[in-house]
């Protein structure tokens, strides 16, 4: 198969997205970037509540990730993520948030103001960002000490332990997800927040079907730290075990990271992680804090695929 | 000098220069458009005025004029002239009014954005926005029933009469702005409202000096109505006699629209024009409503210069 462009779907949201595909744009691979589009309080949320339009953070992280190096792209890449002082009228808004609600509104669709993006931004040929879904849902977790929490930005500041997520009501796909993936040649979960990031887009309506019936190669990329209330104490294998009934399975391969950072390490349990059916891959693949580093994940990702 | 490229200086702003420079970007000529700074109310005064930066609304309006018709610059420059709903959070702000505010803020200097703003919107070589100043100033009018009012935006909705204008400090002009005006081929001052878009430029310590001493041609493109509490009643000459002392001295060449309106119709006075200095033009320029048709405009220019 040499010589044949692979096909890569990226499925998660926020900056594991957006590390992760400044690592693979430099490829010669397509990319379709599938992002979670059920932020509920960051700048993207807060204007899509106001302004009944998408919730655009995330797919916004994931189209200057994808920007072209050439300019005008590189320049508006690096000024729709400018974020606008929290104290003043506008807000904390992400000047790229503000962007794609304007072409939404102006439109009357979003579908428009992902073409646009594309345009503005330089993307090429066979690469795309794909809102997982277009219509509006609450995320809501049902936390193992009882009770549930709604909303992905109150989860993510919960003292509680989530137990596990569903979306209310049950949202349709953006129907070129569902197509991307079918055609696929591997499709990477992660990094991300498990349960806020990575998880509900495989709550979407045939998100998770489609990546069991398609021939893809999958591959999990867990995060480098655990997160409070998420994946707290998490070892390897409980990253796989947590994802598995949302994926209908386990991934291929799963990429952790094997150089302890300064905090909230995962330890990687590779005989429990192999135990459950994937493969795990230690690689030095740590950046700054408690991230990624975006060219040694992608290469990594890429030598997988 | 047939061969040689043209430099023209257009002096103005807002919607007036907006469409001066729709008509003349398609001919083979050097433009340098200098717009007024010292909006009060619009939605870039207003964000001058919160964040401490540059009121970019006309800057932004003569920019995406000069936008080049290949994308994603069309695209970009229709983008940046989209206006929030005046009832959201987003205060009925100018998409691109945003734009430039957040890389001044992120650059810390008004120039770097102007130069962003060129790459965005692909001008082209020899052409250039140039704000009339980076200083901040008010605006004062001083009425002919007496008192003073304070702002831009105050003196255009004012019900007296204007009878003459000052900026309070005086500012200093930004340098490319003499420059331009020393090597240009003609001077083009207006159309837009006489005392709150014009002459403010004037005002701006050393332009109208640079004018006199420059050896371009110089023309006044009158409005196609006149305007309550600025130019109310007002025949061709008298837009001239007004215009003359900030200017020290009269233009070469006064462009009148020839053709009757629905509203507001200049009487174009000619004897009387012409017995200031000035030689009057009458061609139909009208556009829609009360403005200019952008190419009827561009072409008689074209042709006086």
Redesign the interface.
Known sequence: MEGVKKRVVTIGGGHGSHTLLTGLKKYWIDIDAVVSTFDSGGSGGRLGQ??GTLPWGDVRLAFTALASDK???A??A??MN?R??GG????GHA?GN??L???Q??KGNAQEALQ?AE????LGEGRHVLPVSLEKATLVAVMEEGGVIYGEKEIGASDGSVGGVYLDPIPRPYAPVLEAIRKADAVILGPGDLYTSVIPNLLVGGVAKAICDSNAKTVYVCNVATKKSETSGFKGSDFIARLAPYMMGVPDYAIFNSRRGDNGHVDVDEAAVRALGTEPVLADVLGEGDRHHPHRLGQVVRVLI
Do not use: T, V
Request: charged letters at 25%; glycine letters at 4%.
């Open positions: 106001e302004l300019e005008p792209h320049k508006l690096r000024a400018y606008f002082n003043s009228s506008l807000d000047m503000l962007m609600n304007a072409i509104l102006e646009e345009a503005w931004l330089g």
